[in-house]
C-alpha cells in the first residue's frame, strides 16, 4: 500500500476533488464498461449523487492531494445493508492496495453506522467470466460454482477481501450480460 495515501471525506462543493474523481470513472471503465460514463458530465453526476449526505463517499489522496481512488455505499434495508455502489482506482494506482484500503475505509464506516452487510453487484458486461453469454436461468447454481475468470474480472479481488458470490440477475445489461451480487458480513452476532 501506498504510504503517503489517506482517505477522506469531501465536500460536495469540492470541484478540484469532484473532476478529479470524475476523471477516473471516465478513464477507469473505458475498457471494461465503457458506457458507464462516457463524458465527464455523467460521471460529474456520478461523483455529485455519491456525495449525497446519506451515502458514503470516500477518496483515496496522495501527499499533493491527487484522488487515486475512491468508493461509495448507499444504505438499504433501513441502514442494516449497504451496497458498495461505486469503486474506482486510478489504472496507473492499481494493485498497490488503494482498492483494499478504500473498502476497509467503508466497512469501518458501515460499521459504524451499525450496518451489518456489504452487498455489491460486479457486472459482467464484457464477457469476462464463465457467466457470460449463457443462460442463468438453468442450473443456476450450479454455474456460479463453477464459475472462472476469463480476464480480469473483478470479482476475485471482491473474494480476496471476504465477499461471497450470493446470486447473480441474469441478463441484466442485455441478453448473456448478468450482474453477479456479492456481498459480505461487516458485523457478526454477539451472543
Not at 500500500?1 to 478529479?20: E, F, G, K
Not at 458514503?56 to 501527499?63: E, P, Q, Y
Not at 458498495?84 to 475505509?105: E, F, S, T, W, Y
Not at 472462472?148 to 441484466?172: S, T, W
Request: glycine share 8%; proline share 5%; hydrophobic share 40%.
Amino acid at each position: 500500500m501506498l504510504h503517503n495515501m489517506r482517505i477522506v471525506s469531501s465536500d460536495p462543493v469540492d470541484t478540484r476533488i469532484l473532476d478529479q474523481a470524475a476523471a477516473l470513472l471516465v478513464e477507469g471503465f473505458k475498457n471494461n464498461n465503457p458506457l458507464a460514463w462516457p463524458d465527464m458530465a455523467s460521471a460529474r453526476m456520478e461523483v455529485h449523487e455519491a456525495m449525497t449526505p446519506g451515502n458514503i463517499c470516500r477518496f483515496a489522496l496522495n501527499d499533493e492531494d491527487v484522488v487515486l481512488g475512491w468508493a461509495g455505499a448507499i444504505s438499504q434495508y433501513s441502514g442494516h445493508v449497504w451496497e458498495l455502489h461505486l469503486l474506482v482506482v486510478a489504472p496507473h494506482q492499481q494493485r498497490r492496495g488503494i482498492g483494499r484500503a478504500l473498502v476497509h475505509d467503508l466497512e469501518a464506516r458501515v460499521r459504524e453506522l451499525g450496518g451489518m452487510t456489504i452487498l455489491l453487484g460486479t457486472d459482467d458486461e464484457a464477457g469476462l467470466t464463465t457467466l457470460s453469454g449463457i443462460d442463468l436461468y438453468d442450473r443456476t447454481w450450479e454455474h456460479i460454482a463453477n464459475i472462472r475468470n476469463l480476464g480480469k474480472h473483478p470479482y476475485e479481488f471482491y473474494q480476496k477481501l471476504g465477499f461471497r458470490i450470493v446470486g447473480v440477475v441474469p441478463d441484466a445489461n442485455g441478453l448473456g450480460k448478468p450482474d453477479i451480487l456479492m456481498a459480505k458480513p461487516v458485523m457478526t452476532n454477539q451472543k
